[in-house]
T-cell receptor, first 114, second 117 residues
Framework: AQTVTQSQPEMSVQEAETVTLSCTYD???????LFWYKQPPSRQMILVIR??????QNATENRFSVNFQKAAKSFSLKISDSQLGDTAMYFC???????????FGTGTRLKVLA | DAGVIQSPRHEVTEMGQEVTLRCKPI?????LFWYRQTMMRGLELLIY????????DSGMPEDRFSAKMPNASFSTLKIQPSEPRDSAVYFC???????????????FGPGTRLLVL
């Protein structure tokens, strides 16, 4: 069975610093897709970044980047120059190439401190 | 683009009442998902529609829950009768996914926070 594990329930970081959120997954598939979603206190689920497993290059979106290690089945999210607005719950998600279903991790609550 | 629209944003009702949640997907998206989020169970997929047809309703908790998608731009999730354990945040999401999916991004609405007293 495919699983997604986020081992850090809570983290905090000082404003302007860099923080890395970890995510590991388990699958026997070779082609799949990984996502990070942000859920701020407003509860809206917002896509942060998407990675295709067959692409070796790590995805980046402005201050957000991932470290995708396919062999290790690891997909961590790095937030650079953290801002107060980055305070949120962050969910890692996985979907295989032949399914519509997402598998979500349990989330990491990130607090950015002023 | 307006994004996925959900209404109401908040709903407080009494046990036994009927609750109807509404969703308008992103224009052009052919897949629609209803999720429920609770502290205990996280995000759960309730039902998946593709081209307005329910494909997978295995996540619907029981017969009190029903969902419809009468056209490409509107879906409802109904709970009748509602119970306190139905209290949760309900999300609608849409994507361009085909029937089998190929990694398309799901875009979520703002959610409906439901409280059943």
């Amino acid at each position: 069975a495919q699983t997604v594990t986020q081992s850090q329930p809570e983290m905090s970081v000082q404003e302007a610093e860099t923080v890395t959120l970890s995510c590991t997954y388990d699958t026997s598939e070779n082609n799949y897709y990984l996502f990070w979603y942000k859920q701020p206190p407003s509860r809206q689920m917002i896509l942060v970044i998407r990675q295709e497993a067959y692409k070796q290059q790590n995805a980046t979106e402005n201050r957000f980047s991932v470290n995708f290690q396919k062999a290790a089945k690891s997909f961590s999210l790095k937030i650079s120059d953290s801002q107060l607005g980055d305070t949120a719950m962050y969910f890692c998600a996985f979907t295989g190439s032949g399914t519509y279903k997402y598998i979500f991790g349990t989330g990491t609550r990130l607090k950015v401190l002023a | 683009d307006a994004g996925v629209i959900q209404s109401p944003r908040h709903e407080v009702t009494e046990m036994g009442q009927e609750v109807t949640l509404r969703c308008k997907p992103i224009s052009g998206h052919n897949s629609l998902f209803w999720y429920r989020q609770t502290m205990m169970r996280g995000l759960e997929l309730l039902i998946y529609f593709n081209n307005n047809v329910p494909i997978d309703d295995s996540g619907m908790p029981e017969d009190r829950f029903s969902a419809k998608m009468p056209n490409a731009s509107f879906s409802t999730l109904k709970i009748q009768p509602s119970e306190p354990r139905d209290s949760a945040v309900y999300f609608c999401a849409s994507s361009l996914a085909g029937l089998a999916g190929s990694g398309e991004t799901q875009y979520f609405g703002p959610g409906t926070r439901l409280l059943v007293l």
